[in-house]
Structures are given as C-alpha cells and as structure tokens.
C-alpha cells in the first residue's frame, strides 16, 4: 500500500521500454492513451515511479496489520 501527504491521484502509467511511456485515463466508461516516446519522459516517469514505491508499505507490514495472514 502506498500512503502519501499529497492530495492527488497517482499516474496511471505503462513504462514500455526505454523510449516509451503509456499514459492512461478512464472515466469509467471509456479509455484514453497517450504515448510518450522520449528517452527524457521514461526518466522522469521512473523516477516517479520509483519515488511511489519508496514510500509503499511492504507486503509484510501490510499482511499483518490487516490480518491477512490469520485467515
């Protein structure tokens, strides 16, 4: 689980390769893409990524604080 202080919504995203980047957004009755294909936007979108994942709460954590593992 990934908490954060900021009060917007994580990108949602597909790093491709290292040229590309798939950006998605739904309404809930459709789907939009955008393609990003620059080596600068991968970078920033892993970084952006990694950045989410630096502050995720580890499985373990997450199993035990929600009793998952006591089924």
């Known amino acids: ?5 900021v009060s ?6 597909a ?6 980047v798939l950006l998605l957004s739904a309404d ?5 893409t955008q393609m990003l294909k ?7 979108f892993r970084d952006y990524y990694a950045s989410w994942w630096a502050s995720s709460e580890t499985l373990e ?3 035990e604080r929600t009793g998952l ?3």
């Open 8 to 13: 917007a919504d994580p990108v949602d995203m």
């Open 61 to 63: 954590s997450y199993a």
């Open 28 to 32: 809930g009755n459709s789907v939009s």
């Open 69 to 71: 593992m006591n089924a």
């Open 38 to 44: 620059e080596v600068e936007a991968v970078d920033l």
């Open 1 to 5: 689980m990934v908490t954060t202080s």
């Open 15 to 20: 790093i491709v390769d290292d040229t590309g």
